[in-house]
T-cell receptor
Framework: GAVVSQHPSWVICKSGTSVKIECRSL??????MFWYRQFPKQSLMLMAT?????????EQGVEKDKFLINHASLTLSTLTVTSAHPEDSSFYIC????????????FGPGTRLTVL | GQNIDQPTEMTATEGAIVQINCTYQ??????LFWYQQHAGEAPTFLSY????GLEEKGRFSSFLSRSKGYSYLLLKELQMKDSASYLC??????????????FGTGTKLQVIP
């Protein structure tokens, strides 16, 4: 099956610093990638949808200047949390979808961000 | 917007059958998904329904009734490893063509010996 990787798997940073999370589709071309955030005991909340080569579409309430998304190639998307604060601590999960298997999203293993 | 409702927790016995229900409200319905998520891990895809009826895949089956805004996930011959959260997700959107997948809060299933 299709594999999506995320790096890093976990990160601890100081308040005010920026953190970049990478999402890669390893064996398929991801025309669309999604970024989710999940707080403890809550469901996945879609943050943004990105299509390769175009600007990301952010969900209502998600600050695009704080959560920078770049989908520069068909296998890589990055999420940068700028000037992170403790309330940004969460589990960030990306998923990818290829054109052929449109109905299925393949999820990465997630990145646990802790901001001190 | 989209509204998805599923029970918070369920408990079932190893070897038994359990049904997890999901009700939803959305405009422009274009598919319902079930995912399994173990604690601290990312979700894994289980099933996809877009037409009414039952989809069977091994020990797991998923049912959809679009007129009732209702789906269920049926797990047979429960195993201890089936203890996880099961997420119902609906794809829908507005008439403008932008569609997104919205996840329910998940049902935490505990399988006991």
């Amino acid at each position: 099956g299709a594999v999506v990787s995320q790096h890093p798997s976990w990160v601890i940073c100081k308040s005010g610093t920026s953190v970049k999370i990478e999402c890669r589709s390893l064996d398929f071309q991801a025309t669309t990638m999604f970024w989710y955030r999940q707080f403890p005991k809550q469901s996945l909340m879609l943050m943004a949808t990105s299509n390769e080569g175009s600007k990301a579409t952010y969900e209502q309430g998600v600050e695009k200047d704080k959560f920078l998304i770049n989908h520069a190639s068909l296998t890589l998307s990055t999420l940068t949390v700028t000037s992170a604060h403790p309330e940004d601590s969460s589990f960030y999960i990306c998923s990818a979808r290829e054109f052929v298997t449109y109905n299925e999203q393949f999820f990465g293993p997630g990145t646990r961000l802790t901001v001190l | 917007g989209q509204n998805i409702d599923q029970p918070t927790e369920m408990t079932a016995t190893e070897g038994a059958i359990v049904q997890i229900n999901c009700t939803y409200q959305t405009s422009g319905f274009n598919g319902l998904f079930w995912y399994q998520q173990h604690a601290g891990e990312a979700p894994t895809f289980l099933s996809y329904n877009v037409l009414d009826g039952l989809e069977e895949k091994g020990r797991f089956s998923s049912f959809l009734s679009r007129s009732k805004g209702y789906s269920y996930l049926l797990l047979k011959e429960l195993q201890m490893k089936d203890s996880a959260s099961y997420l119902c997700a609906v794809r829908g959107g507005d008439s403008g063509g932008y569609q997104k997948v919205t996840f329910g809060t998940g049902t935490k299933l505990q399988v006991i010996p």
